[in-house]
């Protein structure tokens, strides 16, 4: 893992609703099939734990996990996309593990585009493994249709 100035000043905090348009742009630049603004506005009305990675008050990544008693669900894990491969979304990863942990969940589950080879990765490294295929999860998509479904015991 890279260890560059911007990681080592870089601040966990927890999402607000004024950065979903600043969120939304990096979703846009970086899925193929992208949230709407609208579908991270109901995050917030859900009640799900939300959080971003900035330095200097640009967003560098940004998650969304669902914390349950037996389970929790990352939503959505993402790193700006000219930071990648930089240790951020490893950072924001940890975290989202970190907030299960503390609320005594059993596993974290995720899904993840079987063509997003640098995200499969990281879950693995981390201690994610295989036990589904969701087939054409994600229906825009023109690279991967399919999805991994994965799954951490903690």
């Known amino acids: 893992m890279v260890v560059t100035p911007e990681r080592l000043t870089s601040q ?57 008693h037996i389970e929790s669900h990352i939503l959505n894990l993402c790193v700006r996309s000219e930071l990648r491969q930089k240790g951020f979304g490893r950072m924001m990863l940890d975290h989202l593990l970190d907030l ?33 295929i969701l087939k054409e999860y994600y229906p825009q998509s023109d690279e991967g249709r399919d999805a991994i479904v994965m799954k951490l015991d903690l």
């Open 12 to 68: 966990l905090r927890e999402m607000q609703q004024a950065d979903v348009s600043e969120i939304a742009l990096i979703e846009k630049k970086v899925f193929p099939d992208p949230w709407s603004e609208n579908l991270f506005h109901d995050c917030f009305r859900l009640g799900y734990t939300c959080r971003v990675l900035e330095n200097n008050s640009m967003i560098h990544a940004y998650g969304i996990i669902v914390i349950e």
């Open 100 to 132: 299960a942990r503390t609320s005594k969940t059993n596993t974290v589950s995720l899904e993840v585009n079987t063509t997003n080879l640098p995200a499969i990765q990281l879950y693995k490294s981390a201690g994610f493994h295989q036990i589904d």
